[in-house]
């Protein structure tokens, strides 16, 4: 038989078995769906775990004070003389800073929002890749003069100038704990910001006019230790340790060490670990999917039995006659998948009302289609080679 008869008789026997070809396709379109989405949902988490990469250094280590009623009581605290340390311990260490965090109130006119004050060294912002929307950052100078300058996070902002700011807003003065300081900075909003203080809604002021005027001296710093590189951030931290162990002895264990990088592989192993999940369940209801078609593709082969005698009794060969039913379960199949595939165009508006952050890529919609079509064959394969093996004579002799 000529290619284009099988599939003639293809489509011809499709056209008249239109809703049992719907209702058999069903699971096909619902598998294929489900990878689509379960792809995409995955590469929008994968997104937003690239994000906090982008926000953080992956090399950023925190050097803090333990907490918690197991915790040593200790009055010893960490200082510059520990920064200078740690900035000659190793090769692994690329840059240290020190902070201290407290509460305030900061006053604008009317508005009064409680805050997070951070006290910082200039090169705060850089070892946090902290990016400035309107002015500077904390600089050199204010640390010198011992200014009070202040740099607000972009919430903060909001809330004191009622989301009316811009470059204007530079040199404007806020009150915190009673006393002036001048806007030098507003900074860009930046989400989620790792370990630390929310830089989103914060404040910042040069490190000893923070100590001085906000936290005062019994307040502990913390300090960050930037590696060169994710993979020196064990060789850091043991530098780090055998520092905190020079200056500080048995109580060095009272201080923890926190890298922001691990967490963040963690989210991302956590979030491939959630998609492969998904992806298996995806699977499963393809699977289910590909037995319904071998179902209807077996009863098919019963009905169609006398078909099958005659077309052989005219000449048609065994590969011809399992050619048409295959064709018959991959076109079920990838009409299935194309249907599935379609659908996700109408759902993106839903998720997107949900925020859901979904990423579709065409590697997504054709691994779906692949899947689909896959299954069609496996599925397929079995009751077609069912019926090319029925001899002639018994076909043409069944009722």
């Not at 079920?332 to 998948?337: E, L, M, Q």
């Not at 692949?370 to 004579?393: E, H, M, N, Q, R």
Request: charged share 20%; aromatic share 10%.
């Amino acid at each position: 038989m000529q290619l284009k008869e099988i599939f003639r008789l293809v489509f011809t026997h499709i056209n008249e078995s239109k809703v049992k070809v719907f209702l058999t396709s069903l699971g096909i379109v619902v598998g294929t769906l489900t990878i689509v989405m379960v792809l995409a949902i995955g590469q929008g988490s994968q997104e937003s775990v690239e994000e906090q990469f982008n926000n953080m250094s992956v090399g950023t280590i925190m050097v803090m004070q333990r907490f918690g009623p197991d915790s040593e009581s200790t009055n010893e605290k960490l200082d510059m003389d520990v920064v200078e340390a740690l900035q000659i311990s190793g090769s692994a260490i690329e840059s240290v800073t020190i902070s201290i965090n407290g509460k305030a109130d900061v006053v604008y006119g009317r508005n009064t929002y409680s805050a997070t004050i951070g006290g910082v060294n200039s090169d705060y912002a850089e070892l946090n890749n902290l990016t400035i929307d309107y002015g500077r950052f904390i600089n050199e100078e204010d640390e010198e003069a011992g200014s009070k300058s202040v740099v607000l996070g972009s919430l903060l902002a909001d809330h004191l100038f009622d989301d009316e700011y811009d470059e204007s807003t530079i040199g404007e003065n806020v009150i915190l704990s009673g006393k002036r300081y001048e806007v030098v900075g507003i900074l860009e909003y930046r989400g989620d910001s790792g370990p630390g203080m929310n830089a989103d809604e914060g404040a910042f002021l040069p490190y000893e006019v923070a100590e001085k005027y906000i936290t005062g001296r019994s307040v502990r710093p913390n300090i960050i230790v930037v590696a060169k590189d994710f993979e020196y951030v064990e060789e850091a931290m043991l530098d780090i340790e055998s520092v905190l162990v020079e200056f500080f002895g048995e109580k060095s264990d009272t201080f923890q060490l926190r890298d922001a990088g691990s967490k963040v592989q963690s989210a991302k192993d956590s979030a491939k670990a959630m998609t492969l999940m998904l992806f298996s369940v995806a699977v499963i209801v393809l699977t289910v999917g590909g037995i319904g078609i071998m179902n209807v593709m077996f009863v098919s082969v019963k009905e169609r039995t006398k078909e099958i005698g005659i077309l052989k009794a005219i000449g048609a060969k065994k590969r011809d006659i399992m050619l048409q039913f295959l064709l018959e379960s991959v076109m079920i199949s990838a009409g299935g998948g194309l249907v599935g595939i379609l659908l996700c165009f109408p759902l993106m508006p839903l998720l997107d009302m949900f925020n859901v952050n979904t990423i579709f890529t065409p590697y997504g919609y054709l691994i779906a289609f692949l899947f689909s079509v896959c299954t069609g064959i496996f599925f397929g394969y079995y009751p077609a080679s069912k019926a090319a093996d029925l001899k002639p004579i018994i076909a043409l002799n069944y009722e």
